[in-house]
């Protein structure tokens, strides 16, 4: 990929983990199979507890590159990945590429990781780096423009597992999906998360505008919200009487030197937000077939 990357125009950013500085490094992995692969053309080797098909056309092609001299002319953004506990391709290996580099380039070490990011909370850390990181190389904001002015959402399927969804909001992107119990792969929020969340974003909003307002001396707030089901007879101000309901709890945190009846407004004040308004009034949900 860094030999091919200087060669691609539209790139204009190329991010490595835990990648050999040398192409031909990766044949040492599996010296003792070179004879076979010569011989044969093909063998499956196993790396990291993985197979992987080695062609003797690909021993001939990582021979024949002047990787650091690649690099060097890359000109493009790069960011390096690399565990310094790798025990498949050593640190050295991204010392020798970062080296090698010129500007703008950046190092991210990966501390207790395994060379194929095995663990998931790794693997999702370098995802949110590259996310983040990438943007800046990006046009990001020419891709926002071209989304309708009528800000839309929308979510699909990513394939990735039964459950999770790519959602897609403007330019911004996350993922939904429930938790492994639930058929999910616990890759991202669930929907009543996001619900919650959204709850607990507006009224934490509408809390900091109004404060602004007034000039109340609000410091910090802090909302945390849960949602569960109820049967109808325990809720006291409820019209329903049979059946489940569903129940949100909000607590929420002011922090700041408030007196009582500043605290007092705020937690009225919490109840106007425009999602909350939502949630409790009438809603239509009109649903129509869009076809590709």
Not at 27 to 44: M, N, P, Q, S, Y
Not at 178 to 205: F, H, I, K, N, R
Request: charged residues 30%; aromatic residues 4%; contains cysteine.
């Amino acid at each position: 990929m860094l030999a091919a990357a200087g060669e691609v125009p539209e790139a204009r950013a190329v991010v490595t983990i835990a990648a050999p500085a040398d192409p031909a490094h990766v044949a040492g992995l599996f010296k003792d199979r070179i004879d076979e692969i010569e011989a044969t053309g093909r063998v499956d080797v196993t790396l990291a507890g993985r197979s992987f098909p080695i062609s003797r056309t690909f021993l001939d092609d990582i021979g024949g590159h002047r990787l650091r001299d690649r690099i060097g002319a890359l000109r493009k953004a790069l960011l390096v990945f690399h565990s310094p506990t790798d025990d498949i391709v050593g640190i050295e290996n991204a010392s020798e590429i970062f080296s090698a580099a010129k500007h703008p380039k950046s190092f991210v070490s990966l501390a207790g990781a395994d060379h194929l990011l095995s663990r998931r909370s790794d693997a999702a850390y370098v995802a949110n780096v590259i996310c983040a990181w990438a943007e800046r190389y990006l046009d990001v904001a020419e891709a926002a423009a071209e989304v309708a002015q009528e800000k839309t959402v929308t979510v699909r399927e990513t394939r990735a597992g039964r459950l999770q969804q790519e959602v897609t909001v403007g330019r911004h992107r996350l993922t939904a999906d429930e938790p492994v119990e639930a058929g999910g792969l616990d890759s991202g929020p669930g929907p009543y998360d996001l619900v919650l969340a959204g709850l607990g974003a507006c009224t934490s909003m509408t809390l900091r505008l109004y404060a602004e307002r007034k000039a109340l001396p609000l410091d910090r707030v802090t909302v945390r919200l849960r949602h569960f089901r109820i049967h109808a007879v325990d809720c006291e101000n409820c019209e329903t009487k049979e059946g489940m309901l569903d129940r949100i709890e909000r607590a929420i945190t002011l922090a700041g030197n408030l007196n009582d009846e500043q605290r007092k407004r705020l937690l009225e004040i919490a109840d106007k937000c425009p999602v909350h308004r939502t949630l409790t009034s009438e809603v239509e949900i009109r649903t129509v077939e869009e076809r590709d």
